[in-house]
């Protein structure tokens, strides 16, 4: 058995409020969920309102396979528009 850990910095320029970051947080975290067997929860800068640490969580039996599907998910997030990926670590248990 995997457990795959990825954690990502992002930043959310567009954000002037906490309301605002949890809007654009709540629908990228939606739209990660959606379609994949993952688990996705904000677990840092909670109350800073550009930026954010969001973890994705992921369980297989594959290490290349759970590693390959959480390096989609990176490249997703890059192509989304209202947040920006400063970095990104991916640890397999």
Do not use: W
Request: one cysteine or more; aromatic letters at 4%.
């Amino acid at each position: 058995m995997v457990i795959a850990v990825l954690q990502m910095d992002l930043t959310i320029d567009d954000a002037d409020t906490l309301k605002d970051k949890r809007r654009v947080i709540k629908s990228l975290k939606d739209r990660i969920s959606h379609g994949r067997n993952v688990s996705v929860a904000e677990v840092g800068g909670l109350d800073v309102y550009r930026s954010c640490i969001l973890a994705v969580v992921m369980v297989g039996n594959e290490a290349g396979y759970v590693e390959g599907a959480l390096r989609k998910i990176v490249d997703f997030v890059k192509a989304t528009p209202t947040v920006g990926l400063e970095e990104f670590q991916i640890d397999l248990v």
